[in-house]
């Protein structure tokens, strides 16, 4: 999969907007009392970048990776900028089969991986009772990212999930699709480029 071109131009640090979303129906009963119900385990992350500085050769770059993308078309990774510590991401689903699957971050530390909610692995210490062993792996994953492997693959429709220290790997998309080059370039100085957040593979 294709990832936005960060690496290669100035980085937005002043304009590097993440912003997690849930998806949860709120209503209200008879009583005004308000009920809610999770529509969406994980959350997805939208982005916002927006630039001070680019030299024409940069924005050729992002304009080239926004026409690659066909707007909204396409989905791509992006990595947030900044090292945090994340909990509980969606790494993948088990089949049975497949024993190695992408840490959703890079640079990744004080990894702890959970097999259907149960904790199967932290920071080295295997502490599952069923006694299932993972190792982590330094890149190799889709766009660089790190990885887990387990010696006994996760049980058909187990999700896996991670908490880690790191720096995210974001599941995106353009959000405007028809933007011109003026446009486009008016966003990234003015108002933001704006990337909508998806969740891949997730339920």
């Not at 999770?38 to 080239?64: H, I, M």
């Not at 896996?160 to 998309?173: E, K, N, P, Q, S």
């Amino acid at each position: 999969m294709s990832e936005y071109p960060l690496s290669t131009i100035p980085p937005a640090h002043n304009g590097f907007t993440v912003s997690p979303q849930w998806k949860t129906l709120v209503t209200q009963n008879d009583a005004l009392v308000e009920q809610r119900k999770q529509k969406s385990v994980y959350a997805k992350y939208n982005v916002t970048l927006k630039y001070d500085y680019l030299s024409e050769n940069d924005f050729k770059v992002l304009w080239n990776f926004y026409m690659a993308m066909k707007g909204s078309f396409y989905s791509f990774y992006i990595y947030d900028v900044f090292l945090e510590t994340h909990n509980r991401l969606f790494v993948g689903m088990g089949d049975g089969v497949l024993d190695t699957f992408d840490i959703p971050g890079k640079t990744t530390s004080a990894q702890s991986i959970y097999e259907n909610g149960v904790l199967v692995y932290d920071c080295g210490v295997t502490v599952s009772p069923q006694n299932v062993n993972c190792t982590i792996l330094t890149g190799g994953g889709d766009e660089s990212s790190d990885r887990v492997q387990f010696s006994v693959p996760p049980a058909s429709g187990y999700p896996v999930t991670c908490t880690f220290i790191g720096y995210l790997r974001m599941y995106v998309r353009f959000k405007e699709d028809n933007l011109s080059r003026e446009h486009f370039e008016y966003k990234a100085f003015k108002t933001g480029i704006e990337l909508q957040g998806l969740i891949p593979g997730a339920v």
